[in-house]
């Protein structure tokens, strides 16, 4: 019999250049023995976009963005808050018998699919790329009554989740611990692109590529650019990206013109065309997002074959994450630390290593697709009795 899927993400191709391609690929792949609806959200018509791509097989649902990464954070709410609501619509109108739901948007979309599979019987994967509320706590203030709230909400969702994919084993004993259950879990870690053209030589050089964000630890990584570079470091540093802190990146490359290159945000494709020209990339995440978060360019660095610096604690998910599968090092969080670590790159007491096509392959949207096609169509303890 044939199973009725529900994709649902606010992102999707061709505004999410990543994760919006796994779910197109995924659709398509699903839609082959399924009955498959994608529920997503999107600035303009798709109309257009689902004759080009061959999409009338699918059952495909967009509602219109009400806000995007420079709204207001009431508006952000009230766009979350019409999209679930918009979700609820068509959960009741396509009566889908599993649900595949990330953190994209949090909290309250997943817990109501996870209500609608409660009452009527329906198996829910629930995908938790961040942790919620606690991520959003970590960069701004949240009354603590809303943040037990939203916690036990997610705590429901994360019950009665029929799989529960995450990006780390930390983050997934995070979650057991929150919720004080045993979930049944699945580690998947982020995908990245693949649709470049390696060059044949590597440049000695340092690049960051992603969010110039609190989170990233961005000021301490200038303050031991500075440093390097002030103490006659010479390895050169290419930023990409926007955030918080990009203004302070452009002072930067006015300042060592010929060290630092700041870029700009630039699409996946080219982030990472200019990301496999260098031997070195910065990873870095702070404390506080220990446990729920990871960076999503972990994956696109390695398909880059880059070797990490990882700007994190000692004993961080990342840290052990960069030790345990040897693709870099871990700098720590002092300026002196990751100062030190920039001149023994330099004067070649730290080697850069080859990585692995079997390890880089492992994290393509193609290997990605094909994981979760897997999760999503395993069949439930149910449907074996059957």
Same mark, same amino acid.
């Given at each position: 019999m044939t199973t009725k899927i529900a994709i649902i993400n606010r992102s999707f191709w061709p505004a999410s250049r990543v994760i919006g391609k796994v779910l197109l690929e995924l659709s398509k792949e699903l839609s082959k023995d399924n009955n498959v609806s994608v529920i997503t959200q999107s600035s303009h018509d798709l109309t257009q976009f689902v004759e080009e791509e061959n999409l009338e097989t699918l059952k495909f649902s967009a509602c219109k963005n009400l806000s995007d990464s420079s709204s207001s954070i009431l508006m952000r709410i009230i766009d979350a808050i019409y999209f679930s609501l918009y979700l609820v619509i068509k959960l009741l109108s396509y009566k889908p018998d599993r649900v595949y739901i990330s953190t994209n948007p949090p909290v309250i979309a997943p817990f109501i699919a996870s209500m609608y599979c409660k009452l009527f019987r329906k198996d829910l #994967?629930?995908?938790?790329?961040? #942790?919620? @509320?606690? &991520?959003?706590?970590s960069v701004t203030k949240i *009354?603590? &009554?809303?943040?037990?709230?939203?916690? =036990?909400?997610?705590?429901?969702?994360?019950?009665?989740? $029929?799989?529960?994919?995450?990006?780390? !084993?930390?983050m997934l004993d995070y979650l057991e611990r929150r919720s004080n259950s045993t979930i049944k879990k699945v580690l998947l870690p982020n995908p990245g692109t693949s649709d470049f053209t390696? *060059?044949? =030589?590597? /440049?000695? +050089?340092?690049?960051?590529?992603? /969010? %110039?964000?609190?989170?990233?630890?961005?000021?301490? %990584? &200038?303050? !031991? %650019?500075e440093n390097y570079y002030d103490r006659g470091g010479r390895l050169t540093t290419t930023f990409i990206g926007g955030g918080v802190f990009l203004p302070k990146i452009?002072?930067?490359?006015?300042?060592?013109?010929?060290?630092?290159?700041?870029?700009? *945000? %630039?699409? *996946?494709?080219?982030?990472?065309?200019? !990301? +496999?020209?260098?031997? $070195?990339?910065? &990873? +870095?995440?702070?404390? +506080?997002?220990?446990?729920?978060?990871? @960076? !999503?360019?972990?994956?696109s660095y390695l398909i880059a074959k880059n070797n990490l610096i990882g700007i994190c604690g000692e004993n961080s998910d990342l840290a052990n994450w960069i030790k345990d599968n040897k693709v870099g090092y871990v700098a720590g969080l002092t300026c002196e630390e990751i100062t030190d670590l920039f001149f023994e790159i330099e004067h070649g007491s730290i080697s850069?290593?080859?990585? @692995?096509?079997?390890?880089?392959?492992m994290l393509t949207i193609e290997s990605h697709v094909q994981e979760l096609k897997k999760i999503i169509e395993e069949k439930s303890h149910d449907e074996k009795n059957i």
């Amino acid at each position: 019999m044939t199973t009725k899927i529900a994709i649902i993400n606010r992102s999707f191709w061709p505004a999410s250049r990543v994760i919006g391609k796994v779910l197109l690929e995924l659709s398509k792949e699903l839609s082959k023995d399924n009955n498959v609806s994608v529920i997503t959200q999107s600035s303009h018509d798709l109309t257009q976009f689902v004759e080009e791509e061959n999409l009338e097989t699918l059952k495909f649902s967009a509602c219109k963005n009400l806000s995007d990464s420079s709204s207001s954070i009431l508006m952000r709410i009230i766009d979350a808050i019409y999209f679930s609501l918009y979700l609820v619509i068509k959960l009741l109108s396509y009566k889908p018998d599993r649900v595949y739901i990330s953190t994209n948007p949090p909290v309250i979309a997943p817990f109501i699919a996870s209500m609608y599979c409660k009452l009527f019987r329906k198996d829910l #994967i629930y995908h938790v790329q961040d #942790i919620h @509320p606690e &991520i959003s706590e970590s960069v701004t203030k949240i *009354p603590r &009554i809303f943040t037990r709230l939203l916690k =036990m909400i997610d705590n429901f969702t994360i019950n009665s989740a $029929w799989k529960v994919i995450t990006l780390t !084993s930390g983050m997934l004993d995070y979650l057991e611990r929150r919720s004080n259950s045993t979930i049944k879990k699945v580690l998947l870690p982020n995908p990245g692109t693949s649709d470049f053209t390696e *060059p044949q =030589m590597k /440049n000695d +050089s340092f690049i960051y590529c992603g /969010n %110039l964000g609190r989170l990233q630890k961005v000021d301490v %990584l &200038i303050e !031991s %650019l500075e440093n390097y570079y002030d103490r006659g470091g010479r390895l050169t540093t290419t930023f990409i990206g926007g955030g918080v802190f990009l203004p302070k990146i452009n002072e930067l490359s006015l300042r060592y013109p010929e060290k630092i290159q700041a870029l700009g *945000p %630039l699409d *996946p494709e080219s982030s990472q065309v200019e !990301s +496999s020209k260098h031997k $070195w990339a910065f &990873i +870095s995440l702070d404390d +506080s997002a220990n446990q729920l978060a990871f @960076p !999503s360019k972990s994956s696109s660095y390695l398909i880059a074959k880059n070797n990490l610096i990882g700007i994190c604690g000692e004993n961080s998910d990342l840290a052990n994450w960069i030790k345990d599968n040897k693709v870099g090092y871990v700098a720590g969080l002092t300026c002196e630390e990751i100062t030190d670590l920039f001149f023994e790159i330099e004067h070649g007491s730290i080697s850069y290593h080859e990585i @692995p096509d079997s390890f880089s392959d492992m994290l393509t949207i193609e290997s990605h697709v094909q994981e979760l096609k897997k999760i999503i169509e395993e069949k439930s303890h149910d449907e074996k009795n059957i």
